[in-house]
T-cell receptor
Framework: NAGVTQTPKFQVLKTGQSMTLQCAQD?????MYWYRQDPGMGLRLIYY???????DKGEVPNGYNVSRLNKREFSLRLESAAPSQTSVYFC?????????????FGQGTRLTVV | AQSVAQPEDQVNVAEGNPLTVKCTYS??????LFWYVQYPNRGLQFLLK??????LVKGSYGFEAEFNKSQTSFHLKKPSALVSDSALYFC????????????FGTGTRLKVLA
């Protein structure tokens, strides 16, 4: 039972390069999320997808785009990476839109932009 | 705006002693509250949640949390700390405005000293 799988685990980019972070879940969850984690800032929501076919901006969406490819997959794209996007990125999912359910997290992608 | 505050960046406790990690929240309506733990280089793991009912919630690894509506708090507790409990702990609240987002605190690093 893999849960939420993120690829890659580590990545170094040069300023201006682009890349896509992949996330897939095998729990038949409806909602998926992308967070970034920075020291002293906790987790901040970048984008989320309440259900297949919908995406919405979170707290810090600038510089990012997302695609909910199907129910399983939710990708995060950096079109032109900047050093301020150096962070650890987490994908999460949960089963229902009801508020009483917890989210399940992937292992994270550590991204460094030089 | 809905928010979660974790007032302590770090908590140190001796092994065998009780521990408390503090969390206060601000939401409109009934709160749905969660605690997660993060070990080094890992994703977040769900510990426990408060939805409704008993104010004392029991979770994984011997942790429990006390919900206090009048003080808008949801403190994480454990009667006897273990060195292996050393990790980063996050409190979160589910957004009540219909977006179903999770709003996280900034995290508290727990160090249990042998």
């Amino acid at each position: 039972n893999a849960g939420v799988t993120q690829t890659p685990k580590f990545q170094v980019l040069k300023t201006g390069q682009s890349m896509t972070l992949q996330c897939a879940q095998d729990m038949n969850h409806n909602s998926m999320y992308w967070y970034r984690q920075d020291p002293g800032m906790g987790l901040r929501l970048i984008y989320y997808s309440a259900s297949e076919g919908t995406t919405d901006k979170g707290e810090v969406p600038n510089g990012y785009n997302v695609s909910r490819l199907n129910k399983r997959e939710f990708s995060l794209r950096l079109e032109s990476a900047a050093p301020s996007q150096t962070s650890v990125y987490f994908c999460a999912s949960n089963t229902l839109q009801g508020r009483n359910t917890e989210a399940f997290f992937g292992q994270g992608t550590r991204l460094t932009v030089v | 705006a809905q928010s979660v505050a974790q007032p302590e960046d770090q908590v140190n406790v001796a092994e065998g002693n009780p521990l408390t990690v503090k969390c206060t929240y601000s939401v409109s309506g009934n709160p749905y509250l969660f605690w997660y733990v993060q070990y080094p280089n890992r994703g977040l793991q769900f510990l426990l949640k408060y939805i409704t009912g008993d104010n004392l919630v029991k979770g994984s690894y011997g942790f429990e949390a006390e919900f206090n509506k009048s003080q808008t708090s949801f403190h994480l507790k454990k009667p006897s700390a273990l060195v292996s409990d050393s990790a980063l702990y996050f409190c979160a609240v589910r957004d009540t405005s219909g977006t179903y987002k999770y709003i996280f605190g900034t995290g508290t690093r727990l160090k249990v000293l042998a």
